[in-house]
Structure formats: C-alpha cells, structure tokens
C-alpha cells in the first residue's frame, strides 16, 4: 500500500559531514560533551561516543520537536486510547502516578490503583509477617514462585535479581517460565510444597505455558494436601485482568490487571507482587517513586534535557540514518543480568512493527533493532573481540554503578575500568602507524601485516548509563526511562508500540501441531502441516 507517512529525514548533510569525522575527534570537544551528557536524579546518562556532533543533534531536536511529541506523550498520560488497534488507553505510567508530582491519569484508574497496591500490601505484609492464614494464604510461607512468562515474567524477574541486598530475609523467591517440564520438575525436588506459594500471573489466564505449570503446581501441591482442594487454593495467588478465569481456576486471592497495561509495561502493577514479596512493600512503593521521578522529567524536560529523547536520538541515528541493525546492552553489574532479556521484549515486542496503523500502509524506514547482550566483563572475553575488529559496527549500551552494594572496592575500580576502557577503546580505536611502532621484529612486510591485525579502526559507537547505586529507586527510573524511549520510538516511526499481533500467528500453529505429539496412537491429518512440520512430527514420532 502506498504511504501517506513522510519518510524520517535523511539528514544528509550531518550524516555526510559525520561519516568523514572519526569519534576520537569529536570527543574532544568538551562544548559536545555538556550536550550529551545528561542526569536525571540518580541516573548518569552519556551519549557523548554517539556519531552526533551539536550541529546533527540540533537538526535531529528542531525534527522531532517538529512531530508533535509532546501532545503525543501528553495523551497517553492522559489515558487516551492510543493503542488503536486494541482501542485501549496505555497506562502504565498510572500505576506509579501516585509518587508523581502531576498526576495525569484519569480519577478512576487512580483509584483502583491504589486499591490494588492496598491489597497487595495486605497480602505482602501478612505473609512477612508469618501471618497469611489471616488473609486467606497459608502461613509460614519460606518460598514464593512466579508462574508466568513474557511481560509476567521478565520484569519481576529484573527487579527480584537485581535488588538481591534488599531482599527480606526468610523468603526466597523463584521463577518458573518455560514449558519445558525439566524447569518445574527442577523446582519441586527443591521445595517444600506445604511452606510454598505460587502467584500465578497473567493479564489474559490464556497463556499456554502458565496454565500448564500452574496445572501442574497446583496438582504437586493437592497431593502434599490430600485432595483438599480449598486448603491448596490458598497457595494460589492469581494475578490477572480475567478475574473470572482465576476464580474458575481456584486460586483463592486475586490480584487485578487492566486491558491499559501492556504485559511488559506491567511490573509496576500486581504482576510485580513477587517483587514486592521480596523486597518488601515499601521497597515497592520506592521502586514506582523512581519510575515516576522518571516520569516526571520525560513530562517536563525540554528535549535538549529529556533523557527518553536523546536516547531516542542516538537510536534513529544508529538505526535510521547509518543503518545499524542491533544494539548490545552490557551492564557491567551482575545482578542486571536480566536486563538485556527484559529490553529485548520491552523493544522488540513493542517497536518490531512493519505498518502505520492508522492506515496499514508500509513504513518508509526500518524500526527495531536487534537487542541483545550479557554482563561484562565476561562479554569482553566472550564477543567482544568482533565488536572491535568485525566486519559490523555494533552500538553499545554500557550499565555502571558508582557506588557498589558490597564491599570490595579493588573489585569494583577493576569492573568500572574495564567498562570506561571498552567505551575508550571501541570509539578511538588504533590507527595502523601505533599499531606499526609496536611491531618490533620480522621484515617490513611481516610487520605490516601484524599491524594490520592489530590495528582498531574505532569510530564505533556507545551510550554510557552510569547509576549512583542500585536500589528500588534508581532501578524504577531506569527501566521508566527505557519505557519512555519506546514511546518516542514508536511516535517517530509512525507505528503502535503497545499491540503485538507477531506473537498469535505460532500460538496458533502450536496448538494444531499438539495433538499430533500428543496422541501416539493416532498422529491426525498430518496432511494439514506444511512438508518441514510433517517430517519432523514424524522424526519426533519414530524415535520416542
Ligand atoms: O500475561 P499473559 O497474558 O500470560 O501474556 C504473557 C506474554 O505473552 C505475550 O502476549 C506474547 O505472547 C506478551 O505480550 C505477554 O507479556
């Protein structure tokens, strides 16, 4: 279909005058640097080793101050059906508007926010407290599971491992995702099925993989009680927008989700209970107070200031304008291991979009990149070497803290070195000359050659994040302020960040394809499947 949707500007004459200037010399100009490095409360943000210098940023600025961004943003503050395709509101910056200077969501959503996180608190503080029976959970609760997956997984599970020092002592908590039946199987041979409670998450209660574990929880759990359906219910809390579908399922507490949060917006809500239960309700309540610190700015700061904004700038820069296809995120902080997971389905689910929705014409630029990574600096000796010497320039997103939780200083200087180091490194590389000079022996054409391998073209790009410390708070901001990059991205290429119809197409097929495995007697009309999907159904058939 013919588009009416402008294209994004090339900016050509930047990019022209960008591609023959190298990063080692841009850093230099330390005018640049003020420009690009940019704080929002406890959080450091550096863009300085982006291929931008004032001139491109300044055009990129009037461009996007151009597109209406700020009635853009104002309306899903505001709780105005922006997701069209859903016709739904986006309001997951509601669940932490009660720690927001300006409140924008409507009275309504308020209220029953907070009377959610009312119940929740009830339920937190009586299972702390050794107390659950008083709320209709069982007492003496030693470990708490998460069954879900997606946005009811990947979230709590950030926020769980990464906040491991505020963990309140005597729960531990888990997380169950994957079908695969080892990981279940895994986890009951570790607990105690009388001392564990299960917060069974889903906003549809539609999802196959939960159901199924939860299934098979609930019936380890009937058995440890001897049938007794109603005391095993107690185990059972269902997080969900279904509430119907949980009551038929028998957890006995249920926790509200809204058709207005988008499973991986929704950590901030129910689906965060298992945070909660770890770190307690008024570490909760701390990490929504940074989300809407971060809010908050995203709301009011120009965007010469505007964290979400420059973000968004040096990814249409990378993106759209030197046609970088992945971003690696590399937090040098292991407890943010699961960050670049949670990222992965925080952008891809939400900007992996081919169409303009209001008129399902075809976008003119491409959207998401790949987004991928693992802490460093174990990254640095596993694929690094072809971040610096590949054939692909691959941006890079770096995580530090300033002020570590433990107390092993020599380990964290070391840590944070080796994070400057790599952003140094990858931006000014080495010319063939040095590399050349170090060459000592061998003949002129042996030492040319050495050089050639050793020498680093640099000129390739990275974002520094660097956060005072880790904590509920500065945890809340950054993940906010990832979420805010993903509006703009989705306002700047013309697409819904907030469906996800490239997920339904497999579901679909998985559930025709399940009563060929299942069945062994009778494989069914195979001749449904496609040539591939039948030879391996029966590969998987022949060998069992
Ligand atoms: O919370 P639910 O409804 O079980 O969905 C889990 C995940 O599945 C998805 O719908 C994708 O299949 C995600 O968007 C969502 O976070």
């Known amino acids: 279909m013919e588009s009416k949707h402008a294209p994004l500007p090339s900016f050509e004459e930047h990019a022209s005058r960008l591609a023959g200037t190298h990063l080692r010399d841009l850093v230099q100009d330390d005018a640049r640097g003020e420009r690009l490095r940019k704080r929002m409360g406890p959080v450091l943000l550096d863009i300085s080793r982006q291929k931008l210098d004032i001139a491109a940023l300044d055009a990129v600025g009037a461009y996007i101050e ?124 570790k607990l105690d099925p009388a001392r564990t409670l299960v917060i069974l998450v ?12 939860g299934g098979v929880f609930r019936n380890w759990i009937l058995k440890a009680n001897d049938g007794d359906e109603k005391k095993t219910a107690r185990h059972f809390i269902g997080v969900s927008s279904n509430v119907e579908a949980v009551q038929k399922w028998g957890a006995s507490q249920i926790l509200p989700m809204w058709d207005y949060v988008g499973g991986r917006f929704s950590l901030w809500s129910a689906v965060g209970a298992s945070i909660a239960f770890s770190i307690g309700m008024q570490g909760f309540r701390d990490l929504l107070a940074g989300a809407a610190e971060a ?52 952008e891809m689910e939400s900007l992996g979009k081919h169409v303009h929705p209001d008129d399902g014409s075809e976008v003119t630029q491409p959207t998401v990149p790949v987004v991928w990574g693992s802490i460093g600096t174990n990254a640095q000796h596993a694929y690094f070497q072809a971040l610096h010497q590949g054939t692909d320039t691959v941006p890079l997103e770096f995580i530090g803290l300033v002020k570590p939780a433990h107390p092993l200083r020599e380990n964290h200087d070391v840590l944070l070195s080796n994070l400057l180091a790599q952003a140094a490194a990858l931006s000014l590389g080495k010319t063939f000359d040095e590399a050349l000079a170090e060459a000592k022996s061998g003949s002129e054409a042996e030492r040319r050659a050495l050089a050639a391998q050793r020498t680093f073209k ?26 805010h990059k993903v509006f703009m991205l989705g306002h700047l290429w013309g697409i819904n960040a907030f469906d996800q119809w490239g997920v339904e197409l497999g579901k679909v097929i998985a559930k025709q394809i399940y009563p060929s495995l299942a069945n062994d007697k009778d494989a069914g009309d195979l001749g449904q499947f496609d040539g591939a999907t039948r030879a391996l159904i029966g590969a998987i058939r022949s060998r069992r």
């Open 295 to 346: 809010d908050d700015h995203f709301r009011s700061a120009e965007w010469q200031d505007n964290l979400p904004v420059l973000l968004a700038i040096a990814e249409v820069w990378n993106r759209n304008i030197l046609g970088r296809t992945s971003r690696a995120v590399v937090p040098y902080v292991d407890s943010l291991a699961d960050l670049p997971s949670y990222l992965q389905q925080l």
């Open 66 to 189: 151009s597109t209406g961004w700020k009635a853009a943003r104002d309306a899903m503050f505001e709780g105005k059906h922006i997701n069209t395709s859903e016709d739904r509101a986006v309001l997951h910056t509601a669940l932490r508007g009660g720690a927001s200077r300006h409140p924008a969501a409507p009275a309504e959503v308020r209220r029953e926010v907070a009377d959610a996180l009312d119940k929740m608190e009830a339920l937190v503080n009586a299972v702390h407290k050794g107390e659950g029976e008083s709320v209709g959970l069982i007492g003496g609760v030693t470990d708490v599971v998460n069954i879900g997956i997606g946005g009811s997984d990947l979230g709590p599970r950030l926020a769980v491992h990464a906040l491991e020092q505020f963990h309140v002592k005597g729960i531990t908590s888990h997380f169950l995702t994957n079908v695969d039946g080892q990981a279940a199987t895994d986890l009951m041979n």
């Open 458 to 483: 640099g000129d390739r790009p990275s974002t520094v994040f660097m956060l005072d410390s880790l904590t509920p708070h500065s945890l809340g901001a950054l993940i906010a302020l990832y979420e």
């Open 202 to 213: 889903s906003k549809s209660f539609n999802t196959q993989e939960t159901l199924l574990n």
